[in-house]
């Protein structure tokens, strides 16, 4: 199984995005979500259901509804976001063949999957929580905005 780059890296940001801005929020909405990815809400409803469903996000029904992560940020390894992420692609056996493939090319993507799979598994969404802080991003303020005079 090659990892799907687009759809791996949504569903990282997608679960980033999450742990970021929900701080002092219960949940996060998926349309402020696909707003500040750039995302059509509706291409991103499968994967956020994907997300759901492999127990890594919850969703909450209502009029403060939206997603939120499952377990806490420490727990959850961007191994198993990718993992969920790719679970809807079918094994095919599309694309080239030949003995230099099958010698070479095949065992090289194993090789690459195997060096991606374990870097992925030590890292976490703290991890890259740390990563946005060090770059300068601030976490949304937990405290609402009153517009009382």
Do not use: C
């Not at 995005?17 to 909405?29: E, K, L, M, N, Y």
């Not at 759901?52 to 727990?75: H, Q």
């Not at 090789?111 to 992925?120: I, K, M, Q, V």
């Amino acid at each position: 199984m090659l990892i799907r780059r687009d759809r791996a890296m949504t569903a990282i940001t997608i679960m980033l995005d999450i742990a970021f801005h929900a701080a002092g929020r219960d949940t996060v909405s998926a349309g402020d979500l696909a707003e500040r990815l750039g995302l059509a809400r509706r291409g991103m409803e499968p994967l956020l259901q994907t997300l759901s469903r492999a127990g890594l996000l919850d969703s909450v029904r209502g009029p403060r509804g939206g997603y939120r992560l499952a377990r806490p940020r420490r727990e959850i390894r961007l191994a198993e976001i990718v993992v969920a992420a790719n679970v809807d692609d079918a094994q095919t056996a599309d694309g080239p063949g030949g003995r230099l493939q099958v010698a070479v090319v095949d065992r090289l993507w194993v090789e690459l999957e195997d060096a991606a799979r374990a870097a992925l598994g030590t890292l976490t969404l703290d991890d890259l929580i740390r990563r946005a802080q060090a770059a300068g991003l601030k976490r949304p303020s937990s405290e609402p905005i009153s517009f009382a005079i």
